[in-house]
């Protein structure tokens, strides 16, 4: 199995329309107690918005031609989701949630981003590569600017949406930080408590003897001042001959710890076999923002030749970490199977059978603040049904084929896991659902 990209997950992630209602789902009942964490009894869930919609009152001429299935929810009760509109323009879109009443009502709606919107230092926006949203609303994003005007540097952007007001650049092409210049090649970024981590190339500064690199940077406080290079390329992964090669995606908590994909090759292998050209092999790690060099291996692929009690196994699309430090991932097996493990414990493999049929596919999944984690599979029975693990047992709360409202269409595709924020500290749920109409709807999950 090969490295798979948020893009790659959401392609493959779709999935058709059946099943029925099961318990759990709504607030008809299931499944409460047992475990680490306190599971809700069940879920009412409510459209935000819809295909067709304005997706900004105060923005009348953009209206969602389609989703692009990256949802956050933040703790001080702001959704973030993004879409494409008729004429082919790219948004990133925050609400302001009131759920004091009944239904849950929207208070305010904000443009953060927009295709050909003016940015901060004058460029104008086309599409951003990547962004993520943290525990406060604020967003980082890796922006490709319209380079018509003229520029002395080109590339992706990093910049910072803090407070709710508008980005600024954080780091740009030719920018220097220490001994080192941006290149403006990105390729991922995260936040968590205004902590920003992203991949990014670099090249020394002139006069300083080195190599261009691909690192991941750490931002604390998201200032490029006080920034730091966790780890590079050509670094060897701690106690190993394996040398770094590339990077994969990064996961981060509120508390400073990440897990990340990091590809690399051992360079007694590659003398061995007289190449120095050998295949990366995939590893996925754990540290600590502070103490990145005192990271711990969790897993790498039969490829590596890395002694230890790993788990063996090819990690694809990115793990997951919760508050509590433990990673979640997803392995491909030799037979093709995929195991979801939880740090050393394997959890689940498609295959397995249980109550809701034999799992077809599984998912990369969120985790909340209460240590619930919250994924998605297909089985033979169900084309899709979202799950929570409390740390013991497996609960189905939604399923295609459920009506979230009477009379309404039957769920079909669920899309969850393709960013870290879909929980908020109150247990609330946030995704996109295509319904068996066709159409496709932003929706908030409350615990009941």
Request: glycine share 12%; hydrophobic share 30%; aromatic share 10%.
């Amino acid at each position: 199995m090969g490295h798979m990209t948020r893009r790659d997950f959401i392609k493959v992630s779709g999935i058709t329309v059946g099943g029925i209602i099961l318990t759990g789902c709504g607030g008809g009942g299931g499944g409460g107690g047992g475990g680490d964490a306190l599971l809700p009894s069940g879920y009412e869930f409510y459209e935000l918005k819809r295909i067709g919609d304005v997706a900004d009152v105060a923005d009348s001429g953009f209206k969602i031609n389609s989703f692009l299935y990256s949802t956050h929810i933040s703790d001080n009760n702001v959704i973030t989701f993004s879409a494409e509109d008729q004429n082919e323009r790219w948004g990133i879109f925050q609400l302001g949630i009131d759920y004091d009443g009944s239904d849950p009502q929207i208070l305010w709606e904000r443009t953060a981003l927009k295709s050909g919107a003016l940015l901060d230092d004058g460029y104008t926006a086309e599409r951003w590569q990547e962004y993520d949203v943290d525990e406060n609303g604020n967003i980082a994003a890796l922006i490709n600017p319209d380079y018509t005007q003229d520029a002395e540097f080109f590339g992706t952007r990093l910049y910072y949406d803090e407070g709710l007001t508008q980005f600024q650049p954080l780091l740009t092409p030719g920018r220097t930080f220490g001994e080192r210049r941006c290149t403006g090649h990105f390729s991922n970024v995260t936040i968590s408590n205004s902590r920003i981590i992203t991949t990014l190339n670099h090249a020394p500064v002139e006069g300083i003897r080195d190599t261009q690199r691909d690192s991941v940077l750490y931002l604390p406080d998201s200032q490029l001042n006080n920034s730091s290079l966790l780890v590079s390329t050509g670094d060897y992964l701690q106690s190993t001959n394996t040398q770094t090669k590339s990077f994969g995606l990064v996961a981060l908590n509120s508390f400073g710890d990440y897990s990340m994909n990091i590809y690399g090759t051992s360079l007694l292998t590659a003398m061995e076999n007289g190449s120095t050209m050998a295949a990366p092999a995939s590893h996925i790690v754990k540290a600590h923002v502070n103490t990145p060099d005192d990271h711990q291996i969790l897993t790498a692929s039969p490829a590596s030749d890395i002694l230890g009690d790993y788990a063996s196994g090819e990690s694809f699309y990115g793990s997951r970490i919760d508050v509590n430090g433990s990673v979640y991932t997803l392995l491909g097996n030799s037979d093709d199977s995929v195991t979801m493990r939880k740090d050393d414990v394997e959890l689940l493999t498609t295959g397995d059978q249980t109550d809701q049929g034999k799992i077809l596919y599984i998912g990369p999944g969120s985790s909340g603040v209460d240590g619930l984690y919250y994924y998605v599979t297909r089985t033979d029975m169900y084309d899709a049904v979202l799950n929570i693990y409390d740390g013991t047992k497996h609960t189905p709360v939604l399923a295609s084929g459920y009506q979230l409202y009477p009379g309404g269409p039957k769920v079909g595709q669920i899309y969850l896991g393709s960013t870290y924020r879909h929980i908020d500290k109150e247990g609330r749920i946030v995704f996109c659902c295509k319904y068996d109409n066709g159409v496709t709807a932003l929706v908030v999950g409350i615990p009941s």
